[in-house]
T-cell receptor, first 119, second 112 residues
Framework: GAGVSQSPRYKVAKRGQDVALRCDPI?????LFWYQQALGQGPEFLTY????????KSGLPSDRFFAERPEGSVSTLKIQRTQQEDSAVYLC?????????????????FGDGTRLSIL | KQEVTQIPAALSVPEGENLVLNCSFT??????LQWFRQDPGKGLTSLLL?????REQTSGRLNASLDKSSGRSTLYIAASQPGDSATYLC???????????FGAGTQVVVTP
């Protein structure tokens, strides 16, 4: 496809359930980012992949959050034992940049997000 | 820790007026600054990206300036239209891996 695709668009879960959110980046994009956006706020960084390697997970709020990108393309963000405070929009972005030394200025392309509501 | 602030939080203008949106950041050691547009229930659409070595970028009715030393960027939208109504976010890249630090956004309404 032409853009970043995320599924599902909406997810409602009961507190304590596990959820999995999927991101299909733009074909050929090496870098993949996950962000969390609370209502009325800007997105907050969660984690970063370069191909299949998770190079930065400093933004993951707790060990209940886990992300993977096993073949360097599709990524899954998993949240275990969901809590109400996990309710947010989860955005995925991809970009072509891959070389830390390049100071590359490729823009990040965002998907439409998954709106997660925890009851 | 980098902090990005956008003022005002909300703005309403009549159609045809020029829009001026402000973004400030606390750490001037950035690689680039990006302006995004977000429509309700949608993801972010990149509008303009200004590299740290540049002072401005233009695309159609949009012009963004960057003053790295003072930690400021301004997005100008000329001759606003109702279709410009959206939330505008600025983000800085101050990490070579690429993660972006966002402001909270300015919600713009352009009235016909």
């Amino acid at each position: 496809g032409a853009g970043v695709s995320q599924s599902p668009r909406y997810k409602v879960a009961k507190r304590g359930q596990d959820v999995a959110l999927r991101c299909d980046p733009i074909s050929g994009h090496v870098s993949l980012f996950w962000y969390q956006q609370a209502l009325g706020q800007g997105p907050e960084f969660l984690t970063y992949f370069q191909n299949e390697a998770q190079l930065d997970k400093s933004g993951l709020p707790s060990d209940r959050f886990f992300a993977e990108r096993p073949e360097g393309s599709v990524s899954t963000l998993k949240i275990q034992r969901t809590q109400q405070e996990d309710s947010a929009v989860y955005l995925c972005a991809s970009s072509r940049e891959f070389d830390r030394a390049q100071f590359s200025n490729q823009p990040q392309h965002f998907g439409d997000g998954t709106r997660l509501s925890i009851l | 820790k980098q902090e990005v602030t956008q003022i005002p939080a909300a703005l309403s203008v009549p159609e045809g007026e020029n829009l001026v949106l402000n973004c400030s950041f606390t750490d001037s050691a950035i690689y680039n600054l990006q302006w995004f547009r977000q429509d309700p229930g949608k993801g972010l659409t990149s509008l303009l990206l200004i590299q740290s070595s540049q002072r401005e970028q233009t695309s159609g009715r949009l012009n963004a300036s960057l003053d790295k030393s003072s930690g400021r960027s301004t997005l100008y939208i000329a001759a606003s239209q109702p279709g410009d109504s959206a939330t505008y976010l600025c983000a800085v890249k101050d990490d070579s891996w690429g993660k972006l630090q966002f402001g909270a956004g300015t919600q713009v309404v352009v009235t016909p």
